[in-house]
């Protein structure tokens, strides 16, 4: 499989669950990304990883925790959502954070009841 | 701050076309890269193109290409011979350290 991959693709949860989005990356790069994308909302970047160590996080709430165990994935762990927090959520790979273009896997489509 | 701007929410074009959508954008940096990425219904976003600032050409990917004028801080995409595969949302992003996207502009191609 080639590219930016992400799973799963839908999901549904409760405001009481826990669950994982996952993000793997096949190109090779050094940084990866989570975004959350709202309707008509621009992109909103929320964490930012370089060689596995976080270097951004952009005053997200604490349900949301993301994790990179090694430059290829990338997980982002969720816990007492709020309904709020349903949106598409992309996870994207570059070559290095500064200048670089960013290539973005199909998003998890979350759904919280 | 750095800012993108995109001022057409919705644009519409016939197929074979051509159409033009436009991204200004604000830095007091001298160096960075610009980017068009395309949203289809599907979701996935695509690069479309990217352009080095310090570089004065034009970039051009196929029958896309942008007209970059540094000075006005203007970064616009057009696409020439429209194709139905074509319809997305539009997002202009522009990229120091960190990937800064305009609201984006919905283009619907239209037999």
């Known amino acids: 499989e080639t590219g930016v991959t992400q799973t799963p693709r839908h999901l549904v949860m409760g405001m009481t669950n826990k669950k994982s989005l996952k993000c793997e990356q096949h190109?090779?790069?050094?940084?990866m990304y989570w975004y959350k994308q709202s309707a008509k909302k621009p992109l909103e970047l929320m964490f930012v990883?370089?060689?596995?160590?976080?270097?951004e996080n952009n005053s997200v709430p604490s349900r949301f925790s993301p994790e990179c165990p090694n430059s290829s994935h990338l997980f982002l762990h969720l816990h007492t959502l709020q309904p709020e927090d349903s949106a598409l959520y992309l996870c994207?790979?570059?070559?290095?954070?500064?200048?670089?273009?960013?290539?973005f896997g199909p998003g998890t489509r979350l759904t919280v009841t | 701050a750095q800012t993108v701007t995109q001022s057409q929410p919705e644009m519409s074009v016939q197929e074979a076309e051509t159409v033009t959508l436009s991204c200004t954008y604000d830095?007091?940096?001298?160096?960075?890269?610009l980017f068009w990425y395309k949203q289809p219904p599907s979701r996935q976003m695509i690069l479309v193109i990217r352009q080095e600032a310090y570089k004065q050409q034009n970039a051009t990917e196929n029958r896309f290409s942008v007209n970059f004028q540094k000075a006005a801080k203007s970064f616009s995409l057009k696409i020439s011979d429209s194709q139905l595969g074509d319809t997305a949302m539009y997002f202009c992003a522009y990229n120091t350290d960190k990937l800064i996207f305009g609201t984006g502009t919905r283009l619907q191609v239209f037999p």
């Open positions: 190109l090779g790069h050094n940084a």
């Open positions: 994207a790979s570059s070559q290095d954070r500064r200048y670089y273009e960013q290539y």
């Open positions: 830095t007091s940096e001298n160096n960075y890269y």
């Open positions: 990883y370089s060689l596995e160590e976080r270097v």
